[in-house]
């Protein structure tokens, strides 16, 4: 593929949620208050707001411990390498914010190199590749719906972004705007929860998030395969039953995804009160899914890193092309289209991205492409999609989610995140409120 030449600055934002706060770097090792009875805290959960809990609160000095249901740290930022012999994110890749992500300090201290993001550097719809006039038809669409959902936030109008866009919207504008930042598709998207996030230099690293993330958390002390399945806070202090047994303490911090807490995976005792069981499932989890290409050679003819849009065989995608120089292409599927294709399977997800690379590069598309595995998040019990996107006039769900229950009972996470929903970014400060507040109850 020839001529591709950036024509906008496209606000890409969320990318699997991957953003960050500086202020959390600056708590480097800590002394670990990690209880050697009861503790004072429990923390459900081990991904980077839990994590970023127990470093709080053991900053705080006080005694906690931090249980979790899977065998590992990370939540939904993960590397494996089994797969291509190689590593690779099965979910968060992107650094955003890199002026204030804790994870760009930590990796330059680590001697790892930290640059930045280009921008989308190809469009290709209607069996070809968009240039001139038709590419910048595309990205006038993106200018016209950006505008009206800023003036529906002027206007503090809580809706829909595809109620306020153009009727006529192409599917590849409309999943620029919707589906590929946010996971869900325009038509499930609140404009005012689309409007918090806030902008900063997007950023990659050598090497994969997922094993960055892991290093950063790794001081750490935590239950593994410890699932919590109740939590009891109906009288003085919480019980908190586990697949391992019971633990008692005074106080509990809750920072597993929405979509587990909506199936009644944990149960809570008293009921939750109406306004967060309420926010729960206002703020349900997005579809957003990498199906992982290795190809041989340089089939696209760019440099590695370079962001390409895909709209055609009835759906759409965005691909990052030879990432970091591993020889391997992020194909990925989200909003609407990405549920429904997830739901076929792994085989049609992957059966998709062949029909792309064939509408794309021809025959060798096909024979460029040696292996190609789909990780499907909504197919995970302790995930249940990628990040949390509010329904159309629901946005004030991340205020009400965030409200302590009974000062003992708090929750946090990306989804209670008000200024940077849906990101790494959001999920640490969260987890760092949470503590805080919880420490300033048990002590």
């Not at 990659?204 to 935590?222: C, Q, R, T």
């Not at 003819?301 to 055609?312: K, N, P, Q, R």
């Not at 302590?404 to 969260?430: M, N, Y």
Request: with cysteine; net charge negative.
């Amino acid at each position: 593929m020839t001529h591709l030449t950036s024509r906008r600055r496209f606000r890409l934002q969320r990318r699997w949620f991957v953003a960050g706060l500086g202020g959390l770097a600056a708590l480097g090792p800590v002394r670990l208050a990690r209880a050697t009875g009861n503790p004072k805290v429990v923390v459900i959960g081990a991904g980077v707001a839990g994590l970023s809990a127990s470093k709080t609160l053991s900053a705080e000095g006080v005694e906690h411990v931090v249980i979790e249901a899977a065998d590992r740290i990370g939540g939904r930022i993960y590397t494996e390498s089994s797969t291509f012999g190689t590593p690779c994110d099965v979910g968060a890749h992107w650094l955003h914010n890199g002026e204030t992500n804790p994870l760009v300090p930590f990796a330059r201290r680590s001697g790892i190199d930290v640059y930045e993001a280009g921008e989308v550097e190809g469009l290709f719809a209607d069996g070809r590749w968009l240039e001139g006039d038709a590419e910048e038809e595309i990205w006038d669409e993106v200018d016209d719906a950006e505008s009206a959902i800023n003036r529906a936030v002027d206007r503090d109008r809580d809706v829909s972004l595809r109620s306020v866009m153009d009727s006529d919207t192409s599917p590849l504008a409309a999943f620029l705007v919707g589906a590929y930042e946010h996971a869900a598709s325009v038509g499930s998207l609140s404009t005012i929860d689309w409007d918090r996030q806030e902008e900063g230099t997007d950023m990659f690293h050598d090497g994969a998030l997922g094993s960055l993330a892991a290093a950063w958390g790794a001081e750490v002390p935590v239950q593994f395969n410890t699932a919590a399945t109740r939590v009891d806070w109906s009288s003085r202090g919480v019980k908190v039953q586990t697949s391992s047994g019971t633990i008692e303490a005074d106080a509990v911090i809750v920072t597993v995804p929405t979509s587990v807490l909506a199936r009644g995976a944990i149960k809570f005792g008293h009921d939750l009160p109406q306004e967060t069981s309420r926010a729960i499932g206002d703020l349900p989890l997005g579809s957003y899914n990498h199906i992982i290409l290795q190809m041989s050679g340089n089939p696209f003819d760019v440099e590695e890193d370079t962001m390409l849009c895909y709209a055609g065989n009835g759906g759409t995608a965005g691909l990052l092309v030879n990432a970091g120089g591993s020889g391997l292409t992020y194909f990925d599927v989200a909003g609407d289209f990405g549920a429904k294709l997830t739901r076929q399977g792994e085989g049609a997800m992957v059966e998709f991205a062949r029909a792309a690379l064939q509408d794309m590069l021809g025959a060798d598309g096909l024979t460029s492409l040696t292996k190609a595995k789909a990780f499907p998040w909504e197919a995970n019990p302790l995930a249940g999609g990628a990040y949390t996107a509010a329904r159309p006039g629901r946005a004030r769900a991340r205020e009400r989610l965030k409200r302590p229950v009974a000062d003992r009972l708090f929750f946090a996470g990306e989804a209670t995140s008000i200024s940077k929903p849906a990101t790494l970014d959001g999920a640490i400060a969260e987890g760092a409120r949470a503590a805080r507040v919880a420490a300033d109850e048990v002590t």
